[in-house]
């Protein structure tokens, strides 16, 4: 069983910068693909971004695409998301979830193992 625990979100002023991390406990986090989703009140859940088991390979959605990065320390079964230039549309409740697989995939159905989500603010 792979259990994810995000942490790191907070409130910050548009144009800052934020980084949230998901720690893993299982011992098959490496063999993952991990991903990065968020939520807005009222809104679905959204892919943001994701990375390959052995962070060779990263995927973006194009509102995210230049200002942040995600990136995995699979020695410490670790994923981060540095986010940087935030608006306050970034604000969302931000999931950590993780895949089975080798391919990228940008729909929540198609990851087994979700985060209990950290929550971030961007005012104005």
């Known amino acids: 069983q792979v259990q994810l625990v995000e942490s790191g979100g907070g409130l910050v002023q548009a144009g800052g910068s934020l980084r949230v991390s998901c720690a893993s406990s299982?011992?098959?986090?490496?063999?993952?693909?991990a991903g990065w989703f968020r939520q807005a009140p009222g809104k679905e859940r959204e892919f943001v971004a994701a990375?390959?088991?052995?962070?060779?390979?990263?995927s973006y959605a194009d509102s995210v695409n230049g200002r942040f990065t995600i990136s995995r320390d699979n020695a410490v079964n670790t994923v981060s998301l540095q986010l940087n230039s935030l608006k306050p549309e970034d604000t969302a409740v931000y999931y950590c979830?993780?895949?089975?697989?080798?391919?990228?995939?940008?729909?929540?159905?198609?990851?087994?193992?979700w985060g209990q989500g950290t929550q971030v603010t961007v005012s104005s």
């Open positions: 979830a993780a895949r089975r697989g080798t391919l990228m995939k940008t729909t929540p159905h198609e990851y087994d193992y």
């Open positions: 299982g011992r098959t986090f490496s063999s993952l693909l």
């Open positions: 990375i390959s088991a052995r962070g060779g390979t990263k």
